[in-house]
């Protein structure tokens, strides 16, 4: 009954710092994405994996590096964080194509100062 | 360029009171288009899938409409419980691995 499952739910970053958002689904989907949600802006595709084994880059995903470690694990890294980076993150998946909807996560709320 | 914009961009009702959200899209080719309700602090829930201009779909007080250049959701005598974002978006032909591009969304309050 989890869907997916992102963590950590919060966290706060200095510039410079690296760290990984992890995601994981248990519904067998083969597709999963990184969006990232700020005010005024809606939701952007970072980085979506359409199978695994595969990742491709989205609409803003300088800054950002992706790992798809198997079918259910999608885990997006920042390398340096820089304070353009702070947004509400949303991983998601779906069968197939994704005509029949993604199922997202809870979010992480990232700051960084 | 696949584009989507929703409007307005919040909109304020008393309970009872029906109205529509609008969600107007550009796309090379409409593979499907997304409704999805978000609350605060959560992620969106999809709500509908619509396929093809004519098409209509409900869910409780909700209800989805297509054209070929818009969508409508129409809430029907909202409660309290409405209250929420609700998020359009659009999946064309052309894009790879089922990409969703979102609009804005529209904000949603309903007050008892």
């Known amino acids: 009954n989890a869907g997916v499952t992102q963590t950590p739910k919060f966290q706060v970053l200095k510039t410079g710092q690296s760290m990984t958002l992890q995601c994981a689904q248990d519904?067998?989907?083969?597709?999963m994405y990184w969006y990232r949600q700020d005010p005024g802006m809606g939701l952007r595709l970072i980085y979506y994996?359409?199978?695994?084994?595969?990742?491709d880059k989205g609409e803003v995903p300088n800054g950002y590096n992706v790992s798809r470690l198997n079918k259910r694990e999608f885990s997006l890294r920042l390398e340096s964080a820089a304070p353009s980076q702070t947004s509400v993150y949303f991983c998601?998946?779906?069968?197939?194509?994704?005509?029949?909807?993604?199922?997202f996560g809870s979010g992480t709320r990232l700051t960084v100062v | 360029e696949d584009q989507v914009t929703q409007s307005p961009e919040a909109l304020r009702l008393q309970e009872g009171e029906s109205s529509s959200l609008n969600c107007s899209y550009t796309?090379?080719?409409?593979?499907?288009l997304f409704w999805y309700r978000q609350d605060p602090g959560k992620g969106p829930e999809f709500l509908f899938t619509?396929?093809?201009a004519g098409e209509e779909k409900e869910k409780e007080r909700l209800k989805a409409t297509l054209t070929k250049k818009e969508s409508f959701l129409h809430i029907t005598a909202p409660k309290p419980e409405d209250s929420a974002t609700y998020l359009c978006?659009?999946?064309?032909?052309?894009?790879?691995?089922?990409?969703?591009?979102f609009g804005q969304g529209t904000e949603l309050s309903v007050k008892p």
């Open positions: 994996s359409a199978s695994e084994g595969t990742t």
């Open positions: 619509l396929y093809s």
């Open positions: 519904m067998n989907h083969n597709s």
């Open positions: 998601a998946s779906s069968e197939g194509g994704g005509a029949e909807g993604y199922t």
């Open positions: 796309v090379s080719g409409l593979r499907g």
């Open positions: 978006a659009v999946q064309g032909w052309g894009n790879q691995g089922g990409k969703l591009i």
